[in-house]
């Protein structure tokens, strides 16, 4: 039996937990397209959870879906959070059922209703059927073609739910993302005082818990800061791959035609460890198919990931972080082609420019299907790409600053080998700054020369 049963309205007041601020708004919306944007432990996810599991306990029958953009993300972030906090601790008390063990592929109601666990990498024939109700966590993770997609499965042809739904949540992101660019979608704006346990709700006075938690979020820094801090949509200032576009270098599906395979690696223990799978198309574009991103990684693992990428793929080479060749050689006593990689970052970066600018260096959005839980609670980057908006210039060394730069550098590594960058050009950049510097030289000692001798010629004309 049920723990509760709410009524047709299905009415936040009904549940037993409860919504506060735009939190509450966002529950009471019954539009057919809505998306909660917030920073950081606003609360926006538990409360898309609650009325999703209204939703459920409210409508016998209903054809529900909680997606995200990689299906492990979902069992290690949104579902653990769905089963601890809304279930409960105690299965046996449950409405449902779970069916596929610690990894469940759908949760039966016992009044019908169906609620299926989908990762978008992971083709399923519930992307093609008719839904009443869709949840989607992280939507900033998702493709617009990806989020339509649910809006075409949620258009009331199921027929068990009065307003079918397709709702969301994510953090601030940049401003131009699809998201805000939708006028057929509801934005609502959570903030840190909707969350009760970050802020009491009668007295309006921070918890402790609220000042352990926005003292961590108010130590972030740069972007980072702006968008789980404070809640803005923001862009960093001096961006270092300013020619990075999602909508144009990031793919929902591999292409057929790969014809090799490369790998690079850069080491980590407690700041992350990145091992990149770089697939090569006919046409010399580079495409991430794969990464492993983590931190608290022994060597032995790292090793282990290799061998079994190399018996994936047929990796032709790894490349690594040269700042380490004792790593290096112990991969290749593993029987792994390791190679030290080019490390100019200066050539790198501009190998990476002209590779973004050509359209020539691409992510597939699920890359990294298995994440490393504890970069997503801490807020951090947990993929290359979650870099690559906030991978920004020092201007004082001119150099990028020497942070959330772990897939960034691997990623170098990867284009310097595939597209030959050496020595050679560092040298011949080099004497191409000296042919500027001494041409300039030249002429100012030309103009020097001209101004001196006509000096010289007017003192003569003065004598006579």
Request: proline share 5%.
């Amino acid at each position: 039996m049920a723990r509760f049963q709410l009524n047709a309205n299905c009415s936040p007041d009904d549940a037993d937990f409860t919504f506060y601020g735009n939190n509450r708004k966002f529950a009471q919306y019954y539009g057919h397209e809505a998306i909660i944007v917030g920073p950081a432990e606003t609360g926006k996810t538990i409360s898309n959870l609650w009325k999703m599991h209204m939703v459920a306990m409210s409508y016998p029958g209903a054809s529900i879906v909680l997606a995200r953009q990689t299906l492990n993300s979902v069992y290690s972030t949104v579902l653990a959070s769905f089963i601890d906090n809304v279930l409960g601790p105690n299965e046996s008390k449950w409405p449902c059922e779970r069916y596929g063990g610690n990894k469940p592929e759908w949760f039966k109601y016992y009044n019908g209703t169906t609620l299926w666990i989908v990762g978008m990498d992971k083709p399923s024939k519930q992307l093609s059927a008719e839904h009443d109700y869709v949840y989607c966590n992280q939507v900033e993770e998702f493709s617009k073609d990806g989020w339509e997609i649910w809006l075409t499965r949620t258009t009331g042809r199921a027929g068990h739910i009065p307003f079918p739904q397709c709702l969301g949540d994510c953090n601030p992101t940049y401003p131009t993302h699809w998201i805000y660019a939708r006028p057929s979608c509801k934005i609502f704006r959570s903030t840190h005082r909707d969350n009760p346990m970050l802020f009491d709700q009668e007295t309006g006075e921070m918890t402790p818990q609220g000042q352990r938690t926005l003292q961590i979020l108010s130590g972030l820094t740069g972007v980072r800061r702006k968008r789980l801090y404070e809640g803005i949509d923001a862009m960093p200032e001096g961006i270092v791959y300013e020619a990075y576009d999602p909508d144009a270098h990031m793919l929902d599906r591999l292409p057929l035609l790969i014809t090799r395979y490369v790998a690079a690696i850069d080491f980590g223990y407690t700041a992350p460890g990145v091992l990149q799978i770089w697939g090569i198309t006919a046409t010399g574009a580079m495409i991430l198919v794969r990464e492993f991103y983590q931190t608290k990684r022994l060597l032995e693992w790292w090793v282990a990931k290799c061998l079994a990428a190399m018996a994936a793929y047929n990796i032709e080479a790894i490349i690594c972080d040269p700042s380490r060749p004792d790593y290096i050689d112990k991969l290749k006593a593993a029987g792994i082609p390791a190679y030290p990689g080019f490390n100019s970052i200066a050539i790198g970066i501009d190998a990476v420019i002209t590779r973004f600018k050509d359209s020539r260096l691409l992510f597939y959005r699920s890359s990294c299907d298995t994440p490393d839980a504890r970069l997503i609670v801490d807020h951090k980057a947990y993929r290359t790409v979650d870099e690559l908006p906030i991978y920004t210039w020092d201007r004082q060394s001119g150099l990028p600053i020497d942070a959330n730069n772990h897939g960034m550098d691997a990623m170098r590594y990867a284009v310097c080998y595939v597209d030959d960058v050496r020595a050679s050009q560092v040298v011949r950049r080099v004497n191409v700054f000296r042919k500027h510097r001494d041409k300039k030289t030249r002429e100012r000692q030309e103009v020097a020369q001209k101004i001196v001798a006509a000096g010289q010629q007017a003192r003569l004309r003065s004598l006579h």
